[in-house]
C-alpha cells in the first residue's frame, strides 16, 4: 500500500513538472491567414542604437519584427516611420512586407467614448461617421455588460477615408448613434507591443498586413504573441 502511494505521488509531482515547464516555455506564435502559425526557431537581437529585431522560422517560412526600440510601447508598422517594419518570405520564397501605405486611410486603432447599451456579442457591425467623411468601418463586439454596454471591440473592416479624432456611431440593429467610438490611428499596416523587457528576455504581442510588391497579395497574421524569447546585444 505505502509503494502504491509513493508511486502516486511521484506521479502527480511529475505532472506538476511538466505543467510549469510547459506554462513558462517560450514561444512565437499566431495565426496567419487564420491558420494557427508557431516558429520552430526564433531569435531576438538588439543592436547598438537599440534597435530590436525578432525573426521566426517555420520549415522555409521566415517572419521578422523590427522596431525603433526594445522599449515597452506600440510600435506600428506601414506608417512613414520605417524603422518599425515586419517582412514575411512564403516557402515560395515570395516576400511580403509592411509597406507605407499612402492615400487609403484605413483605421488602425479605435476607442470606445460612449459605451451604449442593448448590445450583444456579435462581429462585423456596421458604423456610422458622425464627424469626418470616412466609410466602411466594422467592428467585431467582444464583450458586453449586464446591462449590453460594450466593454471590448475590436476592428473587423478598416474601411477608408478617416482622419484621427473622427467619431463614428455603432450600429445596434435598427439603431444607431448609441455607443460611439473615437478613431485613434490610421494609415498603419498593423503593430506590435512590447509587454516586458528584461532579464535578458522580450515578450509581446502583435498583429499585422504584409503585401506584396504590386499590393495584389497580402498575408494576415492575428493573435500574435511572443513569450521570454531570449535576447542577444550584438556588438
Not at 449590453?148 to 478617416?162: D, K, P, Q, R, V
Request: charged content about 10%; proline content about 2%.
Amino acid at each position: 500500500m505505502k509503494k502504491i502511494i509513493s508511486i502516486t505521488l511521484i506521479s502527480v509531482a511529475f505532472l506538476s513538472c511538466q505543467t510549469d515547464v510547459k506554462f513558462n516555455e517560450q514561444y512565437f506564435e499566431g495565426q496567419r491567414d487564420g491558420i494557427f502559425w508557431r516558429s520552430t526557431n526564433t531569435t531576438a537581437t538588439v543592436n547598438t542604437a537599440g534597435q530590436l529585431t525578432l525573426i521566426g522560422y517555420v520549415d522555409l517560412e521566415t517572419l521578422t519584427l523590427k522596431t525603433t526600440t526594445a522599449t515597452k510601447a506600440t510600435y506600428l508598422f506601414g506608417t512613414s516611420n520605417t524603422s518599425n517594419f515586419a517582412s514575411f518570405i512564403s516557402s515560395e520564397n515570395k516576400l511580403y512586407t509592411t509597406s507605407l501605405i499612402s492615400g487609403t486611410a484605413p483605421v488602425n486603432k479605435i476607442t470606445l467614448t460612449n459605451s451604449g447599451n442593448s448590445y450583444s456579442v456579435t462581429t462585423g457591425v456596421a458604423t456610422t461617421a458622425i464627424t469626418g467623411t470616412g466609410t466602411g468601418l466594422k467592428v467585431d463586439i467582444v464583450r458586453t455588460t449586464s446591462s449590453g454596454a460594450i466593454s471590448s471591440l475590436i476592428i473587423n473592416s478598416t474601411g477608408t477615408g478617416y482622419a484621427p479624432g473622427d467619431i463614428v456611431s455603432i450600429h445596434n440593429g435598427s439603431l444607431t448613434g448609441i455607443a460611439t467610438a473615437v478613431i485613434q490611428n490610421i494609415n498603419a499596416n498593423g503593430e506590435i507591443e512590447i509587454t516586458d523587457y528584461s532579464n535578458g528576455t522580450v515578450s509581446g504581442s502583435f498583429k499585422l498586413n504584409a503585401s506584396n510588391s504590386t499590393n495584389t497579395d497580402v498575408v494576415n497574421f492575428q493573435y500574435g504573441k511572443f513569450y521570454k524569447i531570449p535576447v542577444i546585444k550584438n556588438p
